[in-house]
């Protein structure tokens, strides 16, 4: 299993961190069952931990007219909002929450060039409020693809999530296929298309990031 960059710092405190508790109780504490039990909860987390920062290689497949998922989750929210941040226009949004089980990488869902990257700080309602879109810690990104559509996508900071990881740089080119960034533990991320666009999900549907299709742009 490849493991993501943004985790390897984590790991090795959660391994530093599980070792010295182990280390401790075997010196106050001769319950042989004891730390058998500590030992085999803490490989157990530490493997949720592994699982967390895993990092699947996924190629999409390539499509001007297609909005992809940027990230793997649940689909949580689909309903025609007012954009006032940047866009200042109706959009469809689309939310998909992550659980700390699903892979937290993100992916560029369009192709075209980087024309807005902003980080808000923020509060850290659970993911699935309705106002962690606009309040939580989170970042906001324009692409300007092709036939003059622009897509906005938000990374939200979530109850547990405390680190959000953006690679999108303004005036950069980008794909479908590469990665667009990375958000610590549970966590959600909005799309916002054009409100004529097809939609090609439903609320509860399982998302894949960078393979599901979420809308096809007219």
Not at 71 to 97: P, R
Not at 158 to 175: Q, S
């Amino acid at each position: 299993m490849k493991i993501h960059r943004e985790g390897y710092a984590s790991l090795v405190l959660v391994l530093i961190f599980l070792l010295l508790v182990n280390i401790g109780l075997y010196y106050i504490n001769t319950n042989k069952y004891l730390h058998l039990f500590l030992g085999l909860a803490s490989f157990g987390f530490f493997l949720f931990i592994l699982n967390f920062f895993r990092n699947p290689i996924r190629n999409a497949s390539i499509n001007d007219n297609h909005v992809i998922a940027p990230s793997d989750g649940k689909l949580v929210v689909i309903e025609e909002v007012y954009e006032s941040e940047i866009l200042k226009t109706n959009c469809i949004q689309l939310s998909i929450f992550m659980s700390p089980l699903n892979v937290h990488k993100q992916w560029y869902p369009i192709n075209g060039t980087v024309s807005y990257s902003k980080y808000h700080p923020g509060k850290y309602l659970v993911a699935w409020h309705p106002k962690s879109s606009t309040e939580n810690e989170r970042t906001t990104i324009v692409i300007d693809g092709k036939n003059n559509t622009r897509i906005l996508y938000r990374q939200i900071a979530g109850a547990v999530a405390r680190r959000i990881c953006n690679y999108a740089k303004e005036n950069t080119e980008v794909n479908q296929s590469k990665e667009a960034g990375f958000i610590k533990f549970g966590s959600r991320v909005d799309v916002f298309v054009p409100k004529d666009s097809k939609i090609n999900v439903k609320i509860g549907d399982t998302i894949i990031g960078c393979k599901t299709i979420l809308a096809h742009l007219n």
